[in-house]
Protein backbone atom coordinates (compact mmCIF):
# COMPACT_ATOMS: atom_id res chain seq x y z
CA UNK A 1 0.00 0.00 0.00
CA UNK A 2 3.39 2.66 0.97
CA UNK A 3 4.31 1.89 -2.20
CA UNK A 4 1.72 2.40 -4.09
CA UNK A 5 0.65 5.44 -2.33
CA UNK A 6 4.07 7.13 -2.95
CA UNK A 7 3.96 5.75 -6.98
CA UNK A 8 0.61 7.74 -6.88
CA UNK A 9 2.24 10.97 -5.55
CA UNK A 10 5.15 10.70 -7.41
CA UNK A 11 2.78 10.68 -10.27
CA UNK A 12 0.32 13.70 -9.53
CA UNK A 13 3.52 16.18 -9.26
CA UNK A 14 4.89 14.93 -12.52
CA UNK A 15 1.62 14.51 -14.52
CA UNK A 16 1.63 17.46 -16.72
CA UNK A 17 -1.36 19.43 -17.02
CA UNK A 18 -2.51 21.47 -19.74
CA UNK A 19 -2.43 25.46 -19.40
CA UNK A 20 -5.62 25.92 -21.36
CA UNK A 21 -9.32 24.98 -20.35
CA UNK A 22 -8.10 21.29 -19.29
CA UNK A 23 -6.59 23.06 -16.18
CA UNK A 24 -10.28 23.55 -14.55
CA UNK A 25 -11.40 19.56 -14.90
CA UNK A 26 -7.71 18.42 -14.02
CA UNK A 27 -6.52 20.11 -11.36
CA UNK A 28 -9.33 19.09 -8.46
CA UNK A 29 -8.73 15.32 -9.11
CA UNK A 30 -4.83 15.60 -8.92
CA UNK A 31 -5.22 17.63 -5.83
CA UNK A 32 -7.70 15.15 -4.87
CA UNK A 33 -4.84 12.08 -5.17
CA UNK A 34 -2.21 14.47 -3.23
CA UNK A 35 -4.70 15.41 -0.63
CA UNK A 36 -5.31 11.39 0.23
CA UNK A 37 -1.47 10.95 -0.70
CA UNK A 38 -0.69 13.82 2.11
CA UNK A 39 -3.07 12.40 4.64
CA UNK A 40 -1.59 8.86 4.25
CA UNK A 41 1.43 10.22 4.70
CA UNK A 42 0.71 12.17 7.85
CA UNK A 43 0.62 10.81 11.36
CA UNK A 44 -1.69 12.51 13.97
CA UNK A 45 -1.28 12.15 17.61
CA UNK A 46 -4.63 10.72 17.87
CA UNK A 47 -6.88 9.99 15.42
CA UNK A 48 -10.84 9.01 14.97
CA UNK A 49 -11.43 5.52 15.51
CA UNK A 50 -13.91 5.14 12.81
CA UNK A 51 -12.99 8.12 9.79
CA UNK A 52 -10.27 10.99 8.58
CA UNK A 53 -12.39 13.92 8.18
CA UNK A 54 -11.29 16.10 4.86
CA UNK A 55 -12.85 19.69 5.08
CA UNK A 56 -13.09 21.67 1.71
CA UNK A 57 -13.33 25.66 1.80
CA UNK A 58 -14.42 27.42 -1.14
CA UNK A 59 -13.79 24.42 -4.15
CA UNK A 60 -17.00 22.66 -5.04
CA UNK A 61 -15.13 20.59 -7.48
CA UNK A 62 -12.20 19.61 -5.09
CA UNK A 63 -15.18 18.64 -2.96
CA UNK A 64 -16.90 16.45 -5.70
CA UNK A 65 -13.61 14.91 -6.66
CA UNK A 66 -12.68 13.92 -2.76
CA UNK A 67 -16.34 12.43 -2.64
CA UNK A 68 -15.15 9.83 -5.11
CA UNK A 69 -11.99 8.70 -3.78
CA UNK A 70 -14.23 7.64 -0.25
CA UNK A 71 -14.14 3.79 -0.69
CA UNK A 72 -10.56 4.38 0.01
CA UNK A 73 -9.45 3.98 3.47
CA UNK A 74 -6.56 5.92 5.14
CA UNK A 75 -4.59 3.72 7.91
CA UNK A 76 -7.52 1.86 8.14
CA UNK A 77 -10.15 4.24 8.23
CA UNK A 78 -12.93 5.68 6.33
CA UNK A 79 -12.76 8.84 4.45
CA UNK A 80 -15.50 11.34 5.31
CA UNK A 81 -15.61 14.51 3.30
CA UNK A 82 -17.25 17.47 3.75
CA UNK A 83 -17.24 21.07 2.91
CA UNK A 84 -16.98 23.95 5.63
CA UNK A 85 -17.42 27.77 6.20
CA UNK A 86 -16.03 28.22 9.41
CA UNK A 87 -13.00 28.48 11.69
CA UNK A 88 -14.81 25.99 14.33
CA UNK A 89 -16.22 23.30 11.87
CA UNK A 90 -12.10 23.21 10.21
CA UNK A 91 -10.80 22.41 14.31
CA UNK A 92 -12.76 19.06 13.92
CA UNK A 93 -11.00 18.21 10.57
CA UNK A 94 -7.97 16.10 10.14
CA UNK A 95 -6.71 17.68 6.48
CA UNK A 96 -8.46 20.99 5.40
CA UNK A 97 -8.35 22.47 1.71
CA UNK A 98 -8.47 26.27 1.14
CA UNK A 99 -9.65 26.95 -2.56
CA UNK A 100 -9.32 29.84 -4.27
CA UNK A 101 -12.31 31.83 -2.88
CA UNK A 102 -11.40 30.24 0.60
CA UNK A 103 -7.98 32.13 0.80
CA UNK A 104 -8.73 35.51 2.57
CA UNK A 105 -9.67 33.07 5.50
CA UNK A 106 -6.64 31.37 5.98
CA UNK A 107 -4.64 33.30 7.81
CA UNK A 108 -8.05 33.31 10.53
CA UNK A 109 -8.22 29.08 10.12
CA UNK A 110 -4.67 28.97 10.76
CA UNK A 111 -4.52 30.96 14.01
CA UNK A 112 -8.08 29.34 15.55
CA UNK A 113 -6.56 25.88 14.66
CA UNK A 114 -2.87 26.38 15.47
CA UNK A 115 -2.66 24.31 18.38
CA UNK A 116 -5.37 21.58 16.77
CA UNK A 117 -3.43 18.85 14.79
CA UNK A 118 -5.12 20.01 11.71
CA UNK A 119 -3.58 19.41 7.94
CA UNK A 120 -3.89 22.78 6.62
CA UNK A 121 -3.25 23.04 2.63
CA UNK A 122 -3.79 25.46 0.09
CA UNK A 123 -3.14 26.62 -3.43
CA UNK A 124 -0.11 29.32 -3.18
CA UNK A 125 -1.18 32.69 -3.54
CA UNK A 126 -0.36 35.64 -1.78
CA UNK A 127 -1.25 34.62 1.91
CA UNK A 128 1.28 34.31 4.58
CA UNK A 129 3.10 30.12 3.68
CA UNK A 130 3.41 29.95 7.65
CA UNK A 131 -0.42 29.69 7.89
CA UNK A 132 -0.49 26.09 5.92
CA UNK A 133 1.35 23.09 6.25
CA UNK A 134 1.64 22.30 2.90
CA UNK A 135 0.98 24.59 -0.07
CA UNK A 136 0.38 23.23 -3.78
CA UNK A 137 1.83 25.24 -6.69
CA UNK A 138 1.25 24.75 -10.12
CA UNK A 139 4.22 25.84 -12.37
CA UNK A 140 5.33 24.81 -15.84
CA UNK A 141 1.81 22.63 -15.70
CA UNK A 142 2.65 20.39 -12.91
CA UNK A 143 2.13 20.42 -9.37
CA UNK A 144 4.83 20.62 -6.47
CA UNK A 145 4.52 21.54 -2.79
CA UNK A 146 5.76 23.31 0.05
CA UNK A 147 5.88 22.01 3.20
CA UNK A 148 5.81 24.26 6.50
CA UNK A 149 7.63 21.43 9.04
CA UNK A 150 7.27 24.39 11.58
CA UNK A 151 3.98 24.62 11.38
CA UNK A 152 3.51 20.89 10.98
CA UNK A 153 5.31 20.19 14.32
CA UNK A 154 3.40 23.03 16.42
CA UNK A 155 0.19 20.98 15.65
CA UNK A 156 2.01 17.95 16.72
CA UNK A 157 2.02 16.60 12.68
CA UNK A 158 4.31 14.13 12.28
CA UNK A 159 5.08 14.04 8.08
CA UNK A 160 7.06 10.76 6.69
CA UNK A 161 10.36 11.43 5.48
CA UNK A 162 8.79 10.16 2.28
CA UNK A 163 6.93 13.10 1.79
CA UNK A 164 9.45 15.28 2.87
CA UNK A 165 11.81 14.11 0.45
CA UNK A 166 9.41 14.90 -2.53
CA UNK A 167 8.75 18.43 -1.40
CA UNK A 168 10.01 21.15 -3.87
CA UNK A 169 11.09 23.04 -0.47
CA UNK A 170 10.74 22.28 3.67
CA UNK A 171 10.80 24.96 6.23
Known amino acids: MRFSALFLLL ?3 AAPLTQAQGVVSTAAPL ?13 WPSLPEEKI ?13 LNRLKNRTIK ?3 MEVNAINSALQAGSCQVVFFGWDAHPRIHEISQVTRSTPVLLVAE ?7 D ?4 LRLEEGRYSFKINQTGARTRALVLSSNLLKLAAQVN
Open 11 to 13: LCC
Open 31 to 43: QAVLLYNFASYTE
Open 53 to 65: KFCVMGSEALLES
Open 76 to 78: GRA
Open 124 to 130: ENDFDPS
Open 132 to 135: VVIS
